[in-house]
């Protein structure tokens, strides 16, 4: 054993000098350079100089982009929950044949595929600036979320309660609803409450490309050189994200559930 490793500590140097090495190319090829950094720093600086005091300019702009990016999130989080039920279902291995549990798989991958914000674009050109861009998106996301979350927690349940009530000769709606859904409903309910969670984070984020929300009052901000009225909204969207996980993490102890192995 101890000649394996010691025949093997020659290819893991080589290993460790290639990765450095092409660090330090990627590095240059990238003009990463300390006095770039330097510049950086102080630019930074002064920046965060224009920023406070925190000053709110245009009020009513920035509450209407507050609550459109809370609504955004909240139907969003509807139609990716519910479409993501029969996702779940239909892309279980241990409930469905291979020929319908790839092509749900495949759709999971898709929507897991892209970030948000190259969704929003696309969904922009397709149907417009605005809230409905946005929603469509997040849906989107919702989906390749908690469907694969959903799909893996029924590939884990118990098959002895499924076989129960298959043995009594129970039509598959009965057996989703006796045997499937009471072993995985409360990890669906955490999943559920971290969804809306992140999609609160993300419609402020997708609404910088115009799919709706207070990403377009912060993107006209920086554009007009308001970086006091920037630092404002960046509060207030902080805020409104830390009021949000509050909320999500007290449903979640009322409920007694928890999102543990979820992802974002």
């Known amino acids: 054993m101890a000649a394996v490793a010691f025949q093997r500590r020659p290819l893991i140097w080589v290993g460790w000098l290639f990765g450095l090495a092409y660090v330090a190319y990627a590095a240059g090829q990238l003009e990463l350079t300390w006095p770039r950094f330097l510049l950086g720093l102080d630019n930074g600086a002064k920046f965060l100089d224009r920023m406070f005091p925190p000053v709110i300019i245009q009020p009513d702009s920035m509450a209407r982009g507050l609550l459109e990016s809370l609504e955004i999130a909240v139907l969003s989080s509807f139609m990716g929950i519910l479409f993501s039920l029969p996702v779940g279902v239909l892309g279980a291995r241990n409930l469905m044949p291979s020929w319908i549990t ?26 417009g600036f605005g ?32 076989e129960a009530v298959r ?17 995985v409903m409360s990890r669906f309910i ?34 007009r050189y308001d970086y006091d009225f920037v630092c404002a909204i960046i509060l207030a969207i902080v805020a409104m994200i830390m009021i949000g996980e509050t909320l999500a993490r007290w449903v979640r102890k009322i409920l007694g559930v928890d999102s543990k192995g979820s992802d974002d």
Request: hydrophobic share 50%.
């Open 167 to 183: 043995a009594t000769g129970a039509p598959f709606v009965s057996l989703l609803t006796y045997g499937v859904f009471p072993q």
């Open 131 to 162: 809230a409905m861009a946005g929603i469509l998106t997040l849906t989107v996301a919702s989906i390749g979320f908690i469907g694969k979350l959903f799909t893996e927690a029924i590939e884990e349940i118990s098959p002895k309660q499924v």
């Open 190 to 223: 955490g999943f559920a409450s971290y969804q809306v969670d992140s999609n609160l984070r993300n419609s402020t984020m997708v609404g910088i490309v115009g799919a709706g929300g207070i990403g377009g009052t912060l993107f006209s901000a920086f554009q």
């Open 102 to 127: 790839a092509p749900t798989r495949a759709l999971v991958a898709v929507c897991r595929s892209f970030h948000p914000v190259i969704v929003a674009i696309v969904f922009v050109k397709a149907v």
